[in-house]
């Protein structure tokens, strides 16, 4: 589990009264960041993520899930 310092920043142009004005800034150990780097590049061979997955995925968007769903449906009707 890993510890933040959390403080809340005021949004310009916002009352400052309102607890709605302010967002909350969490800063992480630059430490805990490092190794959280390390480990994931460590790891990251022996994931295996499925073949329909397009978030979090390097060169996958919502643009790529559409045209794979489009493929599907158009191979659907020439059938």
Same mark, same amino acid.
Do not use: C, W
């Given at each position: 589990?890993?510890?933040?310092?959390?403080?809340?920043?005021?949004?310009?142009?916002?009352d400052l009264k309102e *607890? +709605?004005?302010?967002? @909350?800034? =969490?800063?992480?150990?630059?430490?805990? $960041?490092?190794?959280?780097?390390?480990?994931?590049?460590? *790891? +990251?061979?022996?994931? @295996?993520? =499925?073949?329909?997955?397009?978030?979090? $995925?390097?060169?996958?968007?919502?643009?790529?899930?559409? *045209?794979?769903?489009?493929?599907?449906?158009?191979?659907?009707?020439?059938?």
């Amino acid at each position: 589990m890993e510890k933040a310092n959390v403080f809340m920043l005021p949004q310009p142009g916002k009352d400052l009264k309102e *607890i +709605k004005s302010y967002r @909350q800034v =969490s800063l992480l150990s630059p430490v805990a $960041k490092v190794l959280e780097r390390v480990i994931l590049e460590m *790891i +990251k061979p022996k994931i @295996q993520s =499925s073949s329909s997955q397009h978030a979090f $995925k390097k060169a996958h968007s919502t643009t790529t899930a559409i *045209i794979e769903v489009t493929n599907h449906i158009v191979g659907g009707l020439k059938m």
